[in-house]
Every structure is written in C-alpha cells, then in structure tokens.
C-alpha cells in the first residue's frame, strides 16, 4: 500500500496526499461530524494529475471515493478504511467566460456560489440555486443531479450543463466539452455522468450554461389548503403569468 500512496505522491507532491491524523482531522459527513476513515486522501491540481493518479490505483485495484463540498445528505462520499479520498478542491478555477454564447467553463471543484457570482457579473444568473451553495461543488452537483430550489422553472442540474469532462476509472479522460446549444452530433455521452454520484467517473471540468437576469420579481406566500389546489395554483401562474413561478 505505501507503495501506491508514494507512486501517488510524486504525482501529486507531497504537500498534497495527507495520511493518518490528517486525514482522521476531516470529517465525510457534515451533519455526523464522524472522522474520514480513508487511508489517505489526495488532492490533484489538473485532470492530467488526475488521470495518473487514477491509472495508478487501477493498476493496484485500490478503491476511490470523490469529494466535492462534503453537503450531500445520503453519505455518498463517506470513505472506508480501505478506500482512498480524491478531493477535488485544488481544481476551483473558472476557467472562461463567454458572455455572448452564455457560458462558463469551471473547473469541478468551484463553489456553486462562486459560479453564481460570475454569471451576474456578466448580466446573467446561474439556474441551480439550493441552500448549501457557499459549500457545494460544481462537480458534486452534476454527480448528485441536484434540483435545488429553481427547478421547476430551470430543471436539475442536467439541464445547465452544455459539456463535461471526465476522468474514468482506469485513468483515461473523456472531453465533451462542448459550448453549443445546438448539437445533435452523435451521442451525449455527458447524461451518463450527470447523476452517477461518481460511480462512472470523476467530473473535472464543466460548461454550464446560464440565462438572462430577471429584470424584476414578486415574492408572495400563498398557502393551499390541499395538494389539488396547489397544482391548479402552479398551472393558473403557469397560464397568467408568462412563466413559470421562479422559486417554490
Ligand atoms: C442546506 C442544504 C440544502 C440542500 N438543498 C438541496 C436541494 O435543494 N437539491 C438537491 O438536489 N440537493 C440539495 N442538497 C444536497 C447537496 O447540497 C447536493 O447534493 C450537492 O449537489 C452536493 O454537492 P457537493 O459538492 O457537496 O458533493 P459531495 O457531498 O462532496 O458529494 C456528493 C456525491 O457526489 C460525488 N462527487 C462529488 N464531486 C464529484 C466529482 N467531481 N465527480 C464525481 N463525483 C463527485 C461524491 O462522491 C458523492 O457521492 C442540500 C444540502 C444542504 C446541506
């Protein structure tokens, strides 16, 4: 084992694989607080880094667990003894901006929020909104699919994300980054990852694309006094006010 773990380092540096107490010092899970158990965790700069590192424990059949921001609520990045930690953390850059096609192109370890401050500095919004976006990572979103609080007028996540680049078991990388709206160019292969809760790959890079800012809003609290009338409400704003209720 120490083996693999000192291959790994010169990949990575040693700053950048941490080992006992270091490791026991994280927790997996935000509402338990319990310790990581994993025998080491490391953090790649670079989906290059990445793909080494990811060929490496391959090769020695070693198990992986993805972290992102640690926000999910089914424990799916909490790692065994046996497995080992990759952190995305390092890999939190926005990589552009194209403020005519409407797009950014982030690294998958960039808070939800940061994406968010990034497309209103350019006039638009980021669709995805949900109460753990200081925390939560582009990439953990597109593993989990997340819905959040905008869905019904946006969609999940799958439908922010234009193009993806993945990082698979055995080290090799698959890019479809792709930046258009329009592309029926043979299969998408991207909605396989999107929702894999990183059992088909770790998520490096993303385009995801934005919308236009709303010009203005209303908030109103309506209460229904049963499930049929809260659907007949969703389908009157729906019909009455060009479009769809922006937060439920
Ligand atoms: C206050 C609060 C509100 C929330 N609201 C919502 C909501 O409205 N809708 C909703 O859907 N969820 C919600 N969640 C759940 C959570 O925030 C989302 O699931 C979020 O998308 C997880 O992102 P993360 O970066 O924290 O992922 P993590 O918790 O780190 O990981 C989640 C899963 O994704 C995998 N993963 C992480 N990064 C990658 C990657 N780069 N590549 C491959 N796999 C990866 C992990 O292995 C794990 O299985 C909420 C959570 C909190 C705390």
Known sequence: MDTLLDFIEKVVGAKNILRGEDVRARSTDWITKEPCLALALVRP????????????????DQPVVTHGGLTGLVRGAVAASNELVISLERMAEIESVDPVGGTLTVQA???????????????????LDLGARGSCTIGGNIATNAGGIRVIRYGMMRDQVLGLEVVLADGSVVSSMNNMLKNNAGYDLKHIFIGSEGTLGIV?????????QQSASQTALV?????????GLLQHMRQTLGGEPRRI
Do not use: H, N, W
């Not at 700069?45 to 020695?60: R, T």
């Not at 490096?204 to 236009?212: D, M, N, Y």
């Open 109 to 127: 370890g960039v808070p939800l929020q940061i994406v968010q401050e990034a497309a209103e500095q350019i006039g638009m919004q980021f669709a």
């Open 223 to 231: 209460a229904c006094d049963s499930f049929e009338s809260l659907v």
């Open 45 to 60: 700069a670079s989906a290059d880094q990445l793909s080494q590192v990811m060929a490496l424990c391959y090769e020695a």
């Open 204 to 212: 490096t890079r993303a385009v995801l694309k934005l919308q236009p």
